[in-house]
């Protein structure tokens, strides 16, 4: 099988610890947990898109985007998608931006998900990470 | 490889937003998250098998199967399965509910499993989804 | 494709339930969700390798790494690394000793990776699962 690729977008900073931001081997693509930072500036720490879950959801999908197609994959081929929320109240919000962004990328069978309601960093609303099988 | 198909049983509604209960390509087969909602009856809302533990943990166990036969995979086939409980105190009778239910379902070796206690929608006590890698 | 194996390492017990440590079929093993346990001693409970982050992080990765071995895989093999610490106050020093740990056993690209915040049983800190595709 292929060697295991790291998958560094420019829109994302090297890591900075032992993990990729995405990992391709074989027809195989794993998206890590992103968040909604905004394409990375050189030299300077990483910022939000801003605080609302309408801007941190949509770039946090962006970022998702950005990894896949690093790795040659798109939405298409995404088969599982986990959301971490911090709040309840926050589903209805995220699920219509979802749709929203998936509409506009989506051809195929949209991926299967889990949504929990977990604990993130301060001032982070969702972390999404996704798992890909691409067709060759 | 194979197409990736949406996998909706019968007793599942169409999918709320743009997921699926479960894709397959090729031999991967995801059940996204599952939760102890009795089977859908058209038009109506979705509803709980109950409130308790035991009501909800068999449903959800269910829910899962439906969606492994819809894709052509049974038990056997699945490799990990991550359990999402709201209270550490559920987690020994949950356990036993499982084995139960697995001890007549399963002939080859058991899935991995991690179990973690996040927040889920209120009424809901469990979650859970699988990934199983079939034979052919 | 291969049979489905159940990974058990000597480090570990015989699983108190209807779940592997781990599982391999064909190129895919998945390490079920590991803690800071101590290797098991016949007869005696699990014990923790210590009340502190550092002993149960450096115990936790230990405990994957059993089971990777067990299935033929090491650190290289790992797509995707599953971290549920139970306060973000835990991440920095987590993730000093991650990269302490994986520097010493990866010689390929690092997995990807997501890290949560959940509740765990009493006096846990730590979980970890992780998801290896090996060459063959």
Redesign the interface.
């Known amino acids: 099988?292929a060697?295991?690729?790291?998958l560094t977008p420019k829109t994302h900073t090297a890591?900075?610890?032992?993990?990729?931001?995405?990992?391709r081997?074989?027809?195989?693509l794993?998206?890590?947990?992103q968040v909604g930072f905004l394409p990375a500036v050189e030299g300077e720490p990483p910022t939000l898109a801003g605080p609302s879950l309408r801007e941190q959801t949509l770039q946090t999908l962006a970022n998702v985007q950005a990894i896949l197609e690093e790795g040659g994959a798109t939405w298409?081929?995404v088969?599982?998608?986990?959301v971490?929320l911090t709040d309840?109240d926050h589903?209805a919000e995220m699920?219509a931006l979802?749709?929203e962004y998936?509409?506009q990328h989506?051809t195929?069978?949209?991926?299967?998900?889990?949504?929990?309601?977990?604990?993130?960093?301060?001032g982070l609303l969702i972390?999404i990470?996704a798992?890909a099988?691409?067709?060759?």
Do not use: C
């Open positions: 099988m060697d295991k690729i790291a890591p900075p610890a032992k993990f990729s931001h995405g990992v081997k074989g027809n195989f794993q998206v890590a947990g298409d081929d088969m599982m998608i986990r971490y309840v589903f699920n979802y749709n998936l509409e989506l195929t069978a949209p991926a299967a998900r889990t949504t929990v309601y977990v604990g993130l960093p301060v972390e990470d798992l099988v691409l067709d060759n």
